[in-house]
Nanobody, 116 residues
Framework: QVQLVESGGGLVQPGGSLRLSCAASGFTFSLMTMRWYRQAPGAEREWVALIRSDCGSTNYADSVKGRFTISRDNAKNTLYLQMNDLKREDTAVYYC?????????WGQGTQVTVSS
């Protein structure tokens, strides 16, 4: 079955960096567009970034553009999100997501807290 397992979250000071990982299994990872989302307390889940399967092209939400980088290692079936210059408003649970055969799959999420 499809599984997405995020890791790499934690507590970081403003201006710091974190790298999130999402280990994928149960499907052909290299063929799928992958996305990161996040959900802050009391807010709706919002899209953060995507990376396509074909050429690896990427797109970002305006709020993270220039600070976050999405990447993938198809040999390791792993999705990454490098987050630099973190701000307090980046505090959220971060999820990876894929869409296969009309079904959306989410990981369990990893908490990122930006605080001094």
């Amino acid at each position: 079955q499809v599984q997405l397992v995020e890791s790499g979250g934690g507590l970081v000071q403003p201006g710091g960096s974190l790298r999130l990982s999402c280990a994928a299994s149960g499907f052909t990872f290299s063929l799928m567009t992958m996305r990161w989302y996040r959900q802050a307390p009391g807010a709706e889940r919002e899209w953060v970034a995507l990376i396509r399967s074909d050429c690896g092209s990427t797109n970002y939400a305006d709020s993270v553009k220039g600070r976050f980088t999405i990447s993938r290692d198809n040999a390791k079936n792993t999705l990454y999100l490098q987050m630099n210059d973190l701000k307090r408003e980046d505090t959220a649970v971060y999820y990876c997501r894929t869409f296969i055969a009309s079904t959306v799959y989410w990981g369990q999420g990893t908490q990122v807290t930006v605080s001094s």
